[in-house]
């Protein structure tokens, strides 16, 4: 798997191993502007990478 495929599906499985045991870090590691960056782990391979997220829109709560 790629982060290509991991990104097209996305996320919320493994881009290495596929597993969906995973787990990420909170707070964020890191907010500024409008993107937020999110350490990620997966808990049956041990891959560790990041997720970057991009400010797209906003609503009422």
Same mark, same amino acid.
Request: net charge positive; aromatic share 12%; charged share 25%.
């Given at each position: 798997?790629? =982060?290509? #495929?991991?990104? +097209?599906?996305?996320? *919320?499985?493994?881009?290495?191993?596929?597993?969906?045991?995973?787990? =990420?870090? #909170?707070?964020? +590691?890191?907010?500024? *502007?409008?993107?937020?960056?999110?350490?990620?782990?997966?808990?049956?391979?041990?891959?560790?990478?990041?997720?970057?997220?991009?400010?797209?829109?906003?609503?009422?709560?």
């Amino acid at each position: 798997m790629t =982060y290509r #495929s991991y990104l +097209e599906s996305g996320g *919320g499985h493994c881009p290495k191993c596929g597993s969906k045991a995973i787990k =990420y870090s #909170s707070p964020p +590691e890191w907010v500024k *502007g409008d993107q937020m960056r999110v350490a990620m782990f997966c808990a049956t391979c041990g891959a560790r990478w990041r997720d970057i997220y991009n400010l797209s829109r906003a609503e009422d709560l």
